[in-house]
């Protein structure tokens, strides 16, 4: 994997989407047929972070792909704001046990660490290795490749409306993240968000939520277009007003 990533660090990219998105895939189909919850996914995604975080520390990257602390001032942290209200949405209505205590912790692990493989994937290896050529690019290929690998769920079972609505939402966020991570240097705050947004929707109290909209399709427009709103107000203030990541 050296020789591809020293050649080439958008194809080295693309190969981890593949192997990141076929293994989920096939871990997903698994879990079915086993009939326990994200047990195969999570053994896959522990696994495959294990490699990469090995790898990246072999190779001293922790630095270039914004693993570290942000370094700018306290006096930004209100830019994280927004990322707060998206990433504990899905609990506004509370919270409740939808599988077993084990089927639960399996899936919050397995979604904690595609927080971190999707961000270092997406935002780190593809926008970093597009970066070097075209800024605005990498921006734009890294958010919507992130956005469209969300149809994967849609071989999983998933059904279109809310894979179609998911793909949009991940689109908005994507570009959110990417530049969070350009504008801050600093890949943690984008990883924290996305394995918090997606692990909580394990205890998602979903039959609360359905009371107050009505119907499935009413909440998903709803809360899809609040999101949407938010990540563009967002989006704006980031490029207008954060500068760097030394910015007082």
């Not at 709803?222 to 989006?235: E, F, G, P």
Request: some cysteine; charged content about 15%.
């Amino acid at each position: 994997m050296n020789k591809i990533y020293k050649k080439n660090e958008v194809t080295f990219a693309i190969i981890c989407i593949v192997i990141y998105v076929v293994g989920t895939s096939i871990c997903e189909a698994l879990a079915e047929t086993i009939g326990i919850v994200k047990l195969p996914s999570m053994i896959f995604h522990i696994f495959f972070t294990i490699a990469i975080v090995t790898w990246l520390k072999k190779n001293d990257l922790f630095e270039k792909y914004g693993l570290h602390i942000p370094e700018y001032k306290l006096s930004k942290a209100w830019f994280y704001i927004p990322l707060i209200l998206i990433g504990f949405s899905s609990i506004y209505f509370g919270v409740t046990l939808k599988y077993t205590i084990a089927e639960t912790a399996f899936y919050m692990i397995s979604m904690i660490c595609v927080g971190f493989l999707e961000e270092i994937i997406f935002r780190g290896f593809l926008f970093k290795g597009m970066a070097k050529k075209n800024v605005k690019s990498a921006i734009i290929v890294s958010s919507i490749t992130f956005g469209i690998g969300h149809i994967v769920n849609l071989l999983n079972g998933q059904p279109l409306l809310e894979t179609l609505l998911q793909i949009i939402f991940a689109l908005a966020v994507g570009f959110v993240l990417v530049t969070l991570f350009y504008k801050g240097k600093s890949l943690i705050p984008c990883i924290a968000f996305h394995s918090i947004n997606n692990s909580l929707s394990a205890i998602s109290n979903d039959e609360a939520s359905l009371k107050v909209f009505g119907t499935v399709e009413k909440e998903l427009y709803i809360t899809v277009s609040i999101a949407l709103i938010i990540c563009v107000i967002y989006l704006a203030a980031l490029w207008h007003n954060f500068r760097d990541a030394n910015t007082n």
